[in-house]
């Protein structure tokens, strides 16, 4: 599976953005997709993330009510729906999606990122 995320760029405090992820080879056995981020000097984290029906998706405390993350399996893409953006969500988002061949085996694969910059 190649992931390949698109959307992101520099945009001012309270603006919006959307972010995509698309997804190709054999999408039909992936599990869980999520965009994750990574500021400078700080470790990457969990942004969103969503069930293979596009179902339950849970996010970061510090996105609820305005991030939304959805999946279009039909299209194979994933997107995050960015409002009322805050300097401090300005980082590298990176699309994951996560395959689960057995029993407590986990394989996950990241795209290259996508940079959003949020200015004031």
């Known amino acids: 599976v190649q992931l390949v995320e698109s959307g992101g760029g520099l945009v001012q405090v309270g603006g919006s953005l959307r972010l995509s992820c698309a997804a190709s080879g054999t999408t039909f056995s992936i599990n869980e997709m999520g965009w994750y981020r990574q500021a400078p000097g700080e470790q990457r984290e969990l942004v969103a993330a969503?069930?293979?029906?596009?179902?339950?998706?849970n996010y970061a405390d510090s996105v609820k009510g305005r991030f939304t993350i959805t999946r279009d399996n039909a299209k194979n893409t994933m997107y995050l729906q960015m409002n009322s953006l805050k300097p401090e969500d300005t980082a590298v988002y990176y699309c994951n999606a996560v395959f689960r061949p057995g029993e407590g085996i986990r394989v996950d694969v990241w795209g290259k990122g996508t940079l959003v910059t949020v200015s004031s």
């Open positions: 969503i069930t293979s029906g596009g179902g339950s998706p």
